[in-house]
């Protein structure tokens, strides 16, 4: 991983319980597998703990370590590292994408929320008016209560959306693939074709996969179809958007959005984006930060658990999945 990184990830507790579990020197933190010092401890190194910033472990990493069995991701998506060697040699993998997850979910709860009830906008009147003013008689469509969200994509944070978006007054749309309608029903969600659930939502929100397929996947068709008023909400990646389609929407002032992700991941400075009052950027937080990434080291320690007890990983990233997820 990022050398500077581990400080940040791990937390003394966590380190200590690692190093309790495995023979795990703290202070070997490497980014370039090919150094000498990285060379010998792939020589006897049977896991790798992983994060941001680990280079490939292709054909000569793997050769460099011929007691490697297992490797635990302490973050999401493992196609940046994880090649198709690893798989060939048998190589057990696990991810902390479950907790990563987590923050995700609760910054999406939060937007659709402030979305219904329009805080965004109703906060700028009111910074600007400082007069009084009948909101209420003004907006009298705002609220939660009934309304329409639609979820794009089952993902882990998909679903975690749905379970805490249960106990709300709404009706859950979903669409996805690789989820028929039973299993909807089981999320608490209604199926419906991308089409119906752009066109019947207050809110969609995306947490689809960045695939070569995904690109644009909320298309200028689709946002032409979602009602007057509505809201995108978007933590997955800026590419599942046609976001020149969505900025002349937003700049006609007929939709609102939350974007957390863009293209590119820094806009440039004179993005419309920035200054457009129906739009909520912010730089992508919505995933693990500050406290928040101590979870996912506790996630690791656990599977370096499991591991050591000679049990499968509770949180397995499988080749035959690998095509369809982050």
Request: net charge negative.
């Amino acid at each position: 991983m990022h050398p500077g990184l581990a400080p940040h990830l791990i937390d003394p507790r966590t380190m200590a319980r690692l190093t309790s579990l495995a023979t795990l020197d703290p202070l070997v933190i490497v980014d370039d597998f090919t150094t000498p010092e990285a060379v010998a401890a792939l020589a006897e190194t049977e896991v790798i703990i992983s994060s941001w910033g680990c280079p490939p472990i292709d054909e000569s990493v793997l050769a460099a370590a011929p007691v490697l069995r297992a490797v635990i991701h302490v973050a999401g998506s493992v196609k940046h590292h994880i090649t198709d060697a690893c798989w060939q040699r048998g190589i057990r993998v696990t991810s902390a994408a479950w907790a990563n997850a987590l923050p995700v979910a609760e910054y999406t709860v939060a937007a659709v929320l402030w979305a219904n009830k329009q805080v965004l906008r109703l906060a700028t009147e009111y910074r600007e008016r400082r007069a009084p003013y009948d909101w209420q008689h003004a907006n009298p469509g705002i609220g939660n209560y009934r309304r329409t969200v639609g979820i794009v994509g089952a993902s882990q944070i998909g679903r975690r959306v749905l379970e805490l978006l249960r106990p709300f007054d709404l009706e859950l749309l979903l669409h996805d693939p690789f989820v028929d309608s039973a299993e909807a029903m089981a999320l608490g969600a209604r199926w419906v074709s991308l089409d119906e659930l752009c066109a019947l939502s207050d809110v969609v929100s995306v947490h689809a996969p960045e695939l070569p397929e995904t690109r644009h996947l909320i298309s200028r068709r689709l946002l032409a179809l979602m009602p007057d008023g509505s809201t995108l909400v978007n933590t997955s990646r800026g590419s599942l958007i046609d976001q020149e389609a969505l900025v002349e929407e937003l700049t006609a002032g007929r939709l609102h959005a939350v974007l957390d992700v863009s293209t590119p991941d820094v806009l440039p400075a004179d993005s419309p984006l920035y200054d457009l009052p129906n739009v909520l950027l912010t730089p992508h937080v919505a995933g693990s930060l500050g406290t928040e990434l101590h979870r996912m080291a506790t996630a690791a320690a656990e599977e370096l658990a499991r591991y050591t007890a000679d049990l499968p990983f509770a949180h397995p990233v499988l080749p035959e999945n690998i095509h369809r997820t982050a």
